[in-house]
């Protein structure tokens, strides 16, 4: 638990416009993935395909929508940045494994690696100063 104060703090006092404007991009963008998954379901289930021979299709269908639209959601606001981020890692390792093993286009991988090292960044990071994090912690 220390050491999650000591990275905030740290953070807190490192905290550059920048880097809450890709939190805030990031944020985004995975919502706007979680709506693409819910408008094409077909789409996500052809995504999941490779890795549904080992079961679990049906809990992947619908966790992956709604864990980018919330999650995009609150890492936008930055509310409970860590949380939500770490509800992503999954998603983004099986997105890495899936395009990694040569059924999806080369573009899907680098945006899946991208997307996942931002997302390890923010696990540490936190929401930074300008979030709803930093405003409530500070209200107490």
Not at 2 to 27: C, F, M, Q
Not at 75 to 100: E, H, M, Y
């Amino acid at each position: 638990m220390e050491n999650v104060k000591s990275l905030n703090k740290w953070a807190n006092a490192h905290t550059y416009l920048p880097v809450d404007l890709v939190r805030i991009v990031l944020g985004v963008f995975l919502f706007m993935k979680g709506i693409s998954f819910v408008t094409n379901v077909q789409y996500l289930h052809d995504l999941i395909s490779p890795i549904d021979q080992f079961g679990g299709g049906m809990f992947l269908l619908h966790y992956i929508a709604p864990a980018h639209m919330i999650g995009g959601i609150m890492i936008f606001f930055g509310l409970l940045t860590r949380w939500a981020i770490a509800a992503q890692l999954p998603i983004l390792f099986g997105a890495v494994l899936v395009n990694s093993l040569g059924h999806m286009h080369s573009e899907s991988l680098i945006l899946a690696v991208i997307v996942l090292l931002v997302c390890i960044f923010f696990l540490f990071y936190g929401g930074g100063k300008h979030s709803a994090d930093y405003y409530f912690k500070m209200q107490q």
